[in-house]
């Protein structure tokens, strides 16, 4: 049950997080509109899509995005409040162990650990959708629309190749696949371009088809031949924020796909994932560490606190930005770079845990 003293510390942790978000998005619009308002002006981008289908958008996009950050700040801020006023010198000398004292703070972490994460899984993705749509259209196009020497496993056992695809006029050149079967080659079919028509229809142009059936082999020729082929130009055509746009059902689906078709560059995809996750134990671990700072009255009030709490958060996302290039380069695989500073700060946690009650 919820005690009086649980509910009051509750408020405060969520209200000074849910303030602090605001307060920093507020800024980080009126920066962000400086920014692009020459894109605006030069690309005749209407206002209501600038508002409703970019800055509608943006806001949940980069607050979610900075989390970790706004949690750590918000502890650090209203514990130090509470310790400066003596409150919970109050709360300890009244009986209440210290471990009873986090109670609260990990059931408001637990808040924002599940909003965090529903937002990460299924509302942030489509309305980035809109977002880089947007982006694309009247910023900067990083769209990906060409690619070369793309190969993946269309099926078991069936290998596709296509030289050079261009996504404008949809259209491949110099395709081949290769079938399979117990590693011996049985069909192959070479064509000097291919059209995608709709889902997995294409139509291949001046193709050949060989099949070998142990020491024979039968040839089919032909100037045009429409037919099934299962995979799509999105499966070659990996662009920068694509895996910003999928829900966490639909990215896992994505990732288990692409590793099995023999796909190499999923390391973004990968890391994404791992990131939805492992920020519901960031929440606990940043307003443990956060709390364990702040709840000592100092001398020269919550300065010294919030400054501590700053630097150790501007750390913890450093550091997640260099260990992730870890699985970039191929050093460690993505679930380790992703988890690399949880594990750390968890051991800082612990620490400080411990060390608080003293």
């Known amino acids: 049950m919820l005690k009086k003293l649980d509910i009051y510390i509750i408020k405060k942790f969520l209200g000074t997080y849910f303030f602090a978000i605001a307060l920093i998005m507020a800024i980080a619009v009126v920066f962000d509109f400086n920014e692009r308002l020459d894109a605006f002006i030069r690309n005749d981008a209407p206002v209501s899509k600038i508002i409703f289908d970019y800055y509608l958008n943006f806001i949940p996009y980069f607050a979610n995005l900075f989390s970790p950050l706004f949690t750590f700040v918000a502890v650090i801020f209203f514990t130090s409040q509470l310790a400066d006023n003596s409150e919970i010198i109050a709360m300890l000398a009244s009986g209440m162990s210290f471990k009873r004292l986090m109670r609260p703070y990990m059931i408001s972490a637990a ?41 993946l496993m269309i099926e078991p056992g069936v290998i596709g190749y296509v030289e050079r695809y261009d996504n404008k006029t949809k259209t491949g050149y110099r ?73 966490t ?3 896992k689906e994505y990732i288990d796909k692409q590793k099995q078709r023999g ?35 100092v001398k020269g009030g919550m300065g010294l606190n919030i400054g ?51």
Do not use: C
């Not at 031949?225 to 746009?245: A, G, V």
């Not at 988890?339 to 060390?355: D, E, Q």
């Open 111 to 151: 808040v924002i650990a599940a909003v965090t994460f529903a937002l990460n899984s299924f509302i942030i993705p489509p309305a980035n959708v809109t977002r880089i749509k947007f982006q694309n259209e009247y910023i900067k196009n990083k769209e990906t629309t060409y690619a070369r020497n793309s190969q």
């Open 263 to 297: 796909v190499a560059n999923i390391t973004d995809f990968e890391i994404e994932y791992h990131k939805r996750y492992a920020a519901i134990a960031t929440s606990f671990i940043l307003t443990a560490i956060g709390m364990t700072l702040a709840s000592k009255k």
């Open 308 to 358: 501590i709490g700053l630097a150790l958060s501007f750390t913890y996302i450093l550091f997640t930005t260099v260990t992730s290039t870890f699985a970039v380069t191929g050093k460690t695989s993505a679930m380790v770079a992703v988890w690399i500073p949880n594990v750390v700060y968890t051991i800082i946690a612990i620490y400080l845990y411990y060390k608080a009650p003293k």
């Open 175 to 247: 395709f081949s696949l290769e079938k399979f079967d117990d590693k011996k080659l049985v069909s192959r079919l070479t064509a000097k371009s291919l059209k995608y028509d709709t889902l997995y229809k294409w139509q291949i142009k001046d193709y050949m088809i060989r099949n070998f059936d142990g020491m024979t082999e039968t040839i089919t020729k032909g100037e045009k031949l429409d037919t099934i082929i299962r995979f799509e130009p999105s499966d070659i055509l990996i662009s920068r924020y694509d895996h910003e746009i999928m829900s």
């Open 249 to 251: 059902p639909v990215l």
